[in-house]
């Protein structure tokens, strides 16, 4: 094949193995790779031809798929199925080791039908409550039509809008524009278990020897209906923001976009509770030395420093550089390789 056909065969090959599982890329490369050259020589048909007879890649990857879409449309369906397996996941593994903690930290529940019971009620209220959140951000992606196009758009006739056609096959992407997907599932299940760690166990709990269990609380519960709004809506943000990476799949101006506000409300809300709220428990240094029965007089422990401003100054500090990080990362590589 010619140059120009083998860079619109790319284009097609591309677009049909990224929706694929990672597993079966490589095959189904070499299967189209070869049904594309057998269907050029057998008929004597150009590369647009061909590629037209294959349909759009996104319907062809169905067939490797085998899956039917109901809840989310075509453009998502895969994407959402994916999320939806790591998240609902992460939930359940959270539930069941808050149960095991629970049962160890008291054994006699562990005697007690209700122990049970409730454990699968959480569990399947944390399934729906997953369940729901997750649908509800692919449904706004859906009902805004967003799309993460990061190739020029070209005129076209009324004609040519009407059916796919491969002239309209985007550029396969620099290697350095990629997003790989096991950072966004790491940044999805750390969201997901950060969150829920801190909505079901917002305290530290410390066996005693005469098997009493002491509670204690680094958070001041006083305005902690204020603070666990804040950090949920944070939360839900940086959630939408790797959902979305996930689906792109390469930084582009709409991944920049959303990277620029995640990190904007990430940064917000620190510097509102480390250091307009006064977020901590000030004695919580004096309740665990109380409770652990241990004495805090390292100057190398920032604990010993607690009332001062200083963990909360540190804190602020991490979260602002790893932001910006985050987010310099973003920018740079959509404006240097995320447009062709």
């Not at 949920?232 to 943000?237: E, F, P, R, S, V």
């Not at 428990?281 to 200083?310: A, H, M, P, Q, R």
């Not at 932001?323 to 990362?329: F, M, N, P, S, Y």
Request: with cysteine.
């Amino acid at each position: 094949m010619a140059k120009h056909e083998n860079d619109m065969a790319e284009r097609y090959i591309y677009e049909v193995t990224r929706r694929v599982p990672k597993g079966q890329r490589e095959e189904i490369q070499l299967e189209l790779q070869e049904l594309i050259s057998d269907m050029m020589e057998r008929d004597g048909a150009k590369i647009e031809e061909v590629l037209t007879e294959l349909g759009n890649p996104k319907d062809f990857a169905q067939k490797y798929a085998g899956e039917r879409q109901y809840l989310v449309g075509p453009e998502y369906y895969g994407d959402y199925c994916w999320v939806m397996k790591i998240f609902l996941a992460s939930t359940v593994g959270l539930n069941l080791a808050a149960a095991v903690f629970q049962g160890a930290i008291f054994p006699g529940h562990l005697l007690r039908v209700s122990f049970y019971s409730d454990t699968i009620i959480n569990i399947l209220i944390s399934l729906m409550g997953g369940f729901g959140l997750v649908t509800f951000i692919f449904a706004i992606l859906e009902r805004q039509d967003v799309k993460f196009q990061i190739w020029k758009e070209k005129e076209w006739s009324v004609e040519q809008l009407k059916s796919w056609t491969p002239a309209i096959l985007p550029p396969v992407p620099d290697k350095r524009a990629r997003i790989s997907r096991g950072d966004c599932v790491v940044g999805i299940c750390c969201t997901v278990l950060f969150g829920s760690a801190l909505v079901f166990a917002p305290e530290w709990a410390q066996r005693l020897g005469n098997g009493e269990v002491k509670v204690i609380f680094p958070f001041n519960l006083e305005i902690w209906h204020i603070i666990l709004p804040l950090l949920l809506a944070d939360l839900c943000i940086v959630l939408i923001n790797e959902i979305i990476k996930l689906i792109a799949g390469r930084y582009c101006t709409v991944v920049m976009a959303s990277q620029l506000v995640s990190g904007a409300c990430d940064i917000l809300f620190a510097v509102v509770v480390l250091e307009v709220l006064p977020c901590w428990n000030t004695n919580f240094v004096e309740e665990l030395e109380k409770v652990c029965k241990i004495e805090i007089v390292s100057k190398g422990d920032l604990l010993l420093y607690w009332d001062s401003g200083i963990v909360s100054g540190v804190l602020l500090a991490i979260i602002i550089l790893v932001t910006l990080a985050e987010t310099g990362v973003a920018v740079y590589k959509t404006l240097r390789y995320g447009k062709v």
